[in-house]
């Protein structure tokens, strides 16, 4: 038994109420900052718990959103801070001589798709494309075949838009943000007989669609996450190319 | 062997979902008829169940019941089953109820066998992308492309086995 307990958390058997803050405590006293952060590195979740908890976070966005748009956003949101940690915590992780941040743009996009996606999906994403679209230098592709958070997923055909996938666009728009690359990331379903050339308006997807055709048949779930970098990231990029 | 219809009754005795996998096993009926046939046999269920309320627990050894629990999970009699087979002359109609009072109703032929494997792995896909779909709401039809999509080509594994 522990004997410096927090404030409040001898009184109950699973934790008590730590005073009115409504924090709860376990009751060994032991919060989750005095674990090693290293020791959940191997570790795996349920698929099924996970499954249940986004279901709800996708529910939980969908109440009070106007539009498609909107439900998306607030995906975006619910994974913008966990790229944010999750960046210094798997740079963390790599060993002392390779903890260097991500200096040009795909050393960062290599870096998310080996070393963020092994984190969260336990695999690589499927490819890392850039767009074909010479007006639009600025846009990058990531794709996943099967993204894990869309794995139970039906999107009713009136929402045939949304792809719930936008919470790991968040999640690779905090990993971006926090490596000092400013961008906006969204996500496209490209599977469907539809394309993903109507989805993103911009052209992005003119690009990605070239010999995409394949695609609808085998992964009806493939999904195109875009990248598109602010102005500034382009500007420094060309910089620091001169440079060297 | 075939697989020819599975229906899913919800637990207030309302049609939830319909599809045939094979043509010519059983004759076409309409909507309104299948909405008929999922209510009567809910009812038929319900009474059957009553025809014989309580199975007798069944007795274990001592050691094995908790103490101090009233009614542990170990000491509680099975909830009565009610219909589960149903056969005529050209198929055969087996029914799988939930602990929650969903019904799964498969259709088959007289000579199909494993039915049981087949309605529990009818019953995982059910759980696996109908309850996990955000955008399904509970009791209400169901419309789910990826549910019928693992559930068509399951059955189609099962009908060229």
């Known amino acids: ?40 590195k191997t570790a795996e979740l349920s698929k099924a718990a996970f499954a249940y908890l986004f279901a709800e976070m996708v529910s939980y966005a969908q109440r009070r959103v106007t539009g498609i748009q909107e439900l998306e956003k607030r995906l975006n949101l619910q994974g913008h801070p966990i790229g944010l940690k999750l960046l210094d915590l798997l740079l963390f992780r790599e060993p002392p001589r390779t903890q260097l941040r991500p200096l040009n743009i795909i050393a960062l996009l290599h870096f998310i798709k080996i070393n963020v996606w092994t984190h969260l999906f336990g695999r690589q994403a ?11 230098p600025d846009e990058f592709m990531i794709i996943d075949n099967e993204p894990l ?30 490596a000092g690359f400013p961008a906006r990331v969204t996500a496209h379903t490209v599977g469907d007989t539809g394309g993903g050339g109507s989805n993103n308006g911009s052209g992005g997807g003119t690009g990605a669609d070239g010999g995409r055709g394949e695609g609808g048949e085998m992964w009806p779930g493939r999904t195109v996450f875009l990248v598109k970098f602010q102005p500034e990231v382009l500007e420094r990029e060309a910089l620091i190319g001169a440079k060297s | 062997m075939t697989v020819f219809s599975l229906v899913i009754i919800n637990k207030a005795g309302g049609l939830i979902y319909n599809r045939t996998f094979h043509e010519g096993g059983l004759n076409k009926i309409s909507t309104n008829d299948y909405l008929v046939l999922a209510g009567t046999f809910h009812g038929v269920h319900a009474i059957t169940a009553r025809l014989n309320p309580v199975k007798s627990a069944p007795e274990r050894p001592l050691s094995n019941s908790i103490p101090g629990v009233p009614g542990g999970i170990l000491t509680r009699p099975e909830p009565p089953s009610g219909l589960e087979v149903l056969e005529s002359e050209n198929f055969r109609l087996q029914c799988f109820n939930t602990l929650t009072g ?24 059910y759980s696996d992308y109908v309850m996990k779909n955000p955008f399904y709401q509970l009791e209400m039809p169901i419309r789910c492309d990826m549910f019928d999509r693992k559930l068509l080509s399951y059955i189609r594994e099962v009908n060229n086995r």
């Not at chain 1, 001898?10 to 674990?35: C, F, M, V």
């Open chain 1, 149 to 178: 958070v869309n794995a139970y997923i039906s999107v009713p055909k009136e929402m045939s838009q949304l792809n719930c996938a936008a919470f790991a666009a968040g999640i690779i728009e905090g990993v971006c943000d926090g």
């Open chain 1, 126 to 136: 499927d490819r890392l494309e850039k767009s074909s679209n010479p007006d639009t």
């Open chain 2, 102 to 125: 969903v019904k799964f109703l498969l259709f088959t032929d007289t000579t199909q066998t494993n039915v049981d494997v087949i309605i529990r792995r009818i019953y995982d896909l």
């Open chain 1, 1 to 40: 038994m522990s004997n410096h307990l927090p404030a409040g958390a001898g009184n109950g058997g699973g934790g008590g109420r730590a005073g009115d803050s409504g924090l709860r405590y376990p009751s060994n006293g032991k919060t989750i900052y005095h674990r090693p952060l290293n020791r959940t």
